[in-house]
Each structure stands twice: as structure tokens, then as C-alpha cells.
Antibody
Framework: QLQLQESGPGLVRPSETLSLTCTVS??????????WGWIRQPPGKGPEWIGT???????YFNPSLKSRVTMSVDTSMNQFSLRLSSVTAADTAVYYC?????????????WGQGILVTVSS | DIQMTQSPSTLSASVGDRVTITCRAS??????LAWYQQKPGKAPKVLIY???SLENGVPSRFSGSGSGTEFTLTISSLQPDDFATYYC?????????FGGGTKVEI
């Protein structure tokens, strides 16, 4: 049973960098058919795709966030990470990590429980 | 970007009702559409992919249809566990985009 777990600070100050990690258990992050994504959901709104990565290093980002997003993978720890720079209050959201099967342009079939990140001074 | 518009935004229904939710895309996208169910405080859970394929373990009372720009999610007989918010998501092109959601309430 695949499990994903987000971790990181729940409070980030404006203009700083948000950093989150997703730990994958019950499966290997470097399986060839799996891609790994980040999605966020502002309070009371629909989800927004942030980006997707492949264990070998390929990354795909939402153009609206691309200039501020970095994603990386650590196969030895079975983890992947998100960094979002220059945050503002508009970046306050629940952040989810998720798995994508069969390519990066696909749907998310397994999700973490999510972590609320608040941007405030 | 492909904009996804769901209707209605809120739907009041009773146990046993047949419920239909609509998702319209701003441009044609074949059948690259998924439906999710989300309960308060939980992550979305995929119900339907490729517009009409039922995800493993999802009850058969859920069904999806449509292609091009108009898609529907139908719950044939609403159960107490189905009161939730439903989202569509297109994966025809980047960026991946979600609808604004339909809340199914009692």
C-alpha cells in the first residue's frame, strides 16, 4: 500500500521560501512508470497543479508558478521536495504531494494527507 | 490554459437520489478527464479517469461520460458516504487544471 506524507513548516514569512518534503513508503520512488507531483488548494477553492517530476530528473511546472518553483528528488531517502520562493499571502494553502502513473500529463491516483502552509508575518 | 467550469456549485439531494454533475472545458480535450471526491480535511480521491473508466475499488454507482468539452459525473443512487465535494481535472494539456468543485449536500 503506497503512502505519501508531506512534511515541513506550517508557517512561512512573506518573501521567504516555502520548503516541503514528501516521503514515499510502500513503494519505490524510482519505479519507471511513476511520476510525482505537487498540488495545492487554497482554503475554500479548487486544487491547483504546481508541478510534476520524474525520479531521473525531468520536471514539469505550471507556467503561472514556474519562475518561483524548484522540485528535486532524493532516491536514497525515497523522498521528493518542493521549494517555492518569494511567497505571499496568496500562497497560503494546503499542499499535497501525489503520485502520477503512466506519464506526467495524467491524473493523480494516490495523494498524501496534505499540509497546511500559512504565509504570514 | 484549459479552463474547467463545473455546475452546479452546490447541489442539495437526498439519499437514494440520482445526481448529475457537469464539467465543461474551454476547449476540446478528447476524454482526458478525471473526477475526484473530496471530504472535509481529506485529500481528493480519484473516482473516474479517462472520462468514463472507474478507478479500482470505486463503487459502481459512480459513472462518468462525455468527450470534447462536456463531461458528466453521475451517482445513480446517492449514499450517506457520498456527501462531499467533487472536482474534475483535465490532463489533455499543460497546465493540468481542475474545476471549481461541486458540493453535494443534504
Amino acid at each position: 500500500q503506497l503512502q505519501l506524507q508531506e512534511s515541513g513548516p506550517g508557517l512561512v514569512r512573506p518573501s521567504e521560501t516555502l520548503s516541503l518534503t514528501c516521503t514515499v513508503s510502500g513503494g519505490t520512488i524510482s519505479r519507471s512508470s511513476y511520476y510525482w507531483g505537487w498540488i495545492r488548494q487554497p482554503p475554500g477553492k479548487g486544487p491547483e497543479w504546481i508541478g510534476t517530476l520524474y525520479y531521473a530528473g525531468s520536471t514539469y511546472f505550471n507556467p503561472s508558478l514556474k519562475s518561483r518553483v524548484t522540485m528535486s528528488v532524493d532516491t536514497s531517502m525515497n523522498q521528493f521536495s518542493l521549494r517555492l520562493s518569494s511567497v505571499t499571502a496568496a500562497d497560503t494553502a494546503v499542499y499535497y504531494c501525489a503520485r502520477v502513473v503512466s506519464g506526467w500529463l495524467y491524473y493523480f491516483d494516490d495523494w498524501g494527507q496534505g499540509i497546511l502552509v500559512t504565509v504570514s508575518s | 490554459d484549459i479552463q474547467m467550469t463545473q455546475s452546479p456549485s452546490t447541489l442539495s439531494a437526498s439519499v437514494g437520489d440520482r445526481v448529475t454533475i457537469t464539467c465543461r472545458a474551454s476547449e476540446s480535450m478528447s476524454t482526458w478527464l478525471a473526477w475526484y471526491q473530496q471530504k472535509p480535511g481529506k485529500a481528493p480521491k480519484v473516482l473516474i479517469y479517462k472520462a468514463s473508466s472507474l478507478e479500482n475499488g470505486v463503487p459502481s454507482r459512480f459513472s462518468g461520460s462525455g468527450s470534447g468539452t462536456e463531461f458528466t459525473l453521475t451517482i445513480s443512487s446517492l449514499q450517506p458516504d457520498d456527501f462531499a465535494t467533487y472536482y474534475c481535472q483535465q490532463y489533455n494539456s499543460s497546465p493540468l487544471t481542475f474545476g471549481g468543485g461541486t458540493k453535494v449536500e443534504i
